[in-house]
T-cell receptor, first 113, second 114 residues
C-alpha cells in the first residue's frame, strides 16, 4: 500500500535559519504531491502542490519544494524561517486519478524568535 | 467566498452511541471527502462523495457511513462509537470536474468518546 514518510517529528529552529523538511512516498506510478500547513488553532491550508512540469514548485510565504522522481521525494524548503512559520507541516500524495490523499504523520516546526 | 464549514466544532459522546457530523463544501465545489485525524497523526481518508454517491472508500469499517445531498453538503455518520473513534474529523472539498484535484479543508469536528 502507498505510504508517506516524514523523517522529522519535531524541528526547532531559530529565526532566519534555513529549513528543509523531508518527505518520501512509496508509489512508483503517477503521483500528485502536496504540502499542507496547520498553524496553531487553524485548519489545514495548502502550501504548495506538484501535478506535472517543473519539479521545483513555489508556494505561498516563500516556501518551495522539489520533486525528485528517482528518489521518490518531495522535500519542503525555505531559505529563512520566521517565528510565524511555527506550525505543523504535512506532506500528502495522491495516486494517479484516485481521489484520496495519503498523508504523512506530520512535522512540527517550532521557530524561536 | 465561504470556505469549507463543518458542524459542530466539538462533540462528546459515550461508547455505543451514534454521531452525525456535517460539512458544507467551499462555494462552487461538488466533491466532498472525509478524513479522520487521530492525535499526533496525519489525516486518514474515510471516503469521498461525488454526485450523491460514495465514489471511493478508505480502510474504515461499515460503522462509518455518509451521505451527500443535492446541494453538495455532506454528512458523516458513525455508529456504535468506540473509544478509538476519538479524533478530529476533517471534511475537504474539490472543484467541479476535478475529483482528483486539490482538496480544501474545513476546520474539523473534534469528537471525544468517553
Amino acid at each position: 500500500a502507498q505510504s508517506v514518510s516524514q523523517h522529522n517529528h519535531h524541528v526547532i529552529l531559530s529565526e532566519a535559519a534555513s529549513l528543509e523538511l523531508g518527505c518520501n512516498y512509496s508509489y512508483g506510478g503517477t503521483v500528485n504531491l502536496f504540502w499542507y500547513v496547520q498553524y496553531p488553532g487553524q485548519h489545514l491550508q495548502l502550501l504548495l502542490k506538484y501535478f506535472s512540469g517543473d519539479p521545483l514548485v513555489k508556494g505561498i510565504k516563500g516556501f518551495e519544494a522539489e520533486f525528485i522522481k528517482s528518489k521518490f521525494s518531495f522535500n519542503l524548503r525555505k531559505p529563512s524561517v520566521q517565528w510565524s512559520d511555527t506550525a505543523e507541516y504535512f506532506c500528502a500524495v495522491k495516486e494517479g486519478s484516485q481521489g484520496n490523499l495519503i498523508f504523512g504523520k506530520g512535522t512540527k516546526l517550532s521557530v524561536k524568535p | 467566498d465561504a470556505g469549507v464549514t463543518q458542524s459542530p466544532t466539538h462533540l462528546i459522546k459515550t461508547r455505543g452511541q451514534q454521531v452525525t457530523l456535517r460539512c458544507s463544501p467551499k462555494s462552487g465545489h461538488d466533491t466532498v471527502s472525509w478524513y479522520q485525524q487521530a492525535l499526533g497523526q496525519g489525516p486518514q481518508f474515510i471516503f469521498q462523495y461525488y454526485e450523491e454517491e460514495e465514489r471511493q472508500r478508505g480502510n474504515f469499517p461499515d460503522r462509518f457511513s455518509g451521505h451527500q445531498f443535492p446541494n453538495y453538503s455532506s454528512e458523516l455518520n458513525v455508529n456504535a462509537l468506540l473509544l478509538g473513534d476519538s479524533a478530529l474529523y476533517l471534511c475537504a472539498s474539490t472543484y467541479p470536474g476535478q475529483a482528483s484535484g486539490t482538496q480544501y479543508f474545513g476546520p474539523g469536528t473534534r469528537l471525544l468518546v468517553l
